[in-house]
Nanobody, 125 residues
Framework: VQLQASGGGLVQAGASLRLSCTAS????????MGWYRQAPGKQRELVAK????????????NYADSVKGRFTIFRDNTKNSVYLQMNSLKPEDTADYYC???????????????WGKGTLVTVSS
């Protein structure tokens, strides 16, 4: 399984960016997908995560308090993809953003964590 992320860049404060991540390989079920970030000198932290329910309507999302109301995570199961729409970006959002997925590749696989390479988001003031 591979995760390919894209969409980072350099923007001014207040601007928007959309990150995309697509999973490929042996995938039976996407148990969860999300985004973490790591700023220089800081620990990696959860930004947003979407967890699969039994039905698509049962998907649940959770966000870091610092991004609630500004960031939205959503997915396209037909493309095995997850997106992070980031609005009203702030300089403190500057970090490497990492795509994450919990994937089962067989009925007896409860899930394995996978990580994509980071995509850099830089927000200037």
């Amino acid at each position: 399984v591979q995760l390919q992320a894209s969409g980072g860049g350099l923007v001014q404060a207040g601007a928007s960016l959309r990150l995309s991540c697509t999973a490929s390989g042996s995938i039976l079920r996407l148990n969860a997908m999300g985004w973490y970030r790591q700023a220089p000198g800081k620990q990696r932290e959860l930004v947003a995560k979407i967890t699969s329910g039994t039905m698509l309507s049962d998907d649940s999302t959770n966000y870091a308090d610092s991004v609630k109301g500004r960031f939205t995570i959503f997915r396209d199961n037909t493309k095995n993809s997850v997106y992070l729409q980031m609005n009203s970006l702030k300089p403190e959002d500057t970090a490497d953003y990492y795509c994450y997925a919990d994937i089962s590749d067989s009925p007896w696989d409860y899930g394995t964590d996978y990580w994509g390479k980071g995509t850099l988001v830089t927000v200037s003031s």
